[in-house]
């Protein structure tokens, strides 16, 4: 019988690593590619725009919202679209979302509803700098099922 490929994905507003766990005693590993890193924030070149007021003579300012939430916004819904493609190509059975607490609210908010039939356990914790080797340690009983 073929073991059940677990996919962890490590993520913060910044990198989002993706390990692979194909069954108790055949540890965790990495593919190429299986490293997605987010876009810089684009800093806006003025400060924001002004519009009059239809009903008097008052001006309001437009607000722009803030790069760095937009840009984590935006790396979250890849990190979905790039999980969402794989459960289409069957390449792991369950998931494993490893995120710093505000990525995991901007993934939960994204996510698909193929990837989260998919989802087994979810942590609050920022684990993106720890080495593979390190890493079934923070995991505890997690990848024992």
Do not use: C
């Not at 806006?44 to 519009?51: C, I, K, L, N, V």
């Amino acid at each position: 019988m073929k073991p059940k490929s677990t996919w962890i994905v490590l993520a913060n507003a910044r990198i989002a690593r993706i390990v692979e766990h194909q069954g108790a005693g055949n540890g965790l590993f990495t593919e190429p590619g299986m490293v997605l890193h987010a876009e810089e924030p684009t800093e806006y070149s003025d400060r924001a725009g002004t519009g009059h007021s239809i009903a008097g003579h008052g001006t309001s300012a437009v607000d722009m919202g803030n790069p760095k939430d937009q840009a984590a916004e935006a790396f979250a819904h890849n990190i979905v679209e790039r999980l969402s493609k794989a459960v289409a190509d069957g390449d792991f059975d369950r998931v494993v979302i490893i995120a710093s607490p505000h990525m995991l609210g901007l993934l939960r908010k994204s996510m698909s509803p193929e990837v989260a039939d998919k989802i087994m356990a979810e942590l609050d914790k920022d684990l993106t700098a720890i080495p593979v080797t390190e890493l079934e340690k923070h995991l505890g009983s997690v990848l024992l099922v």
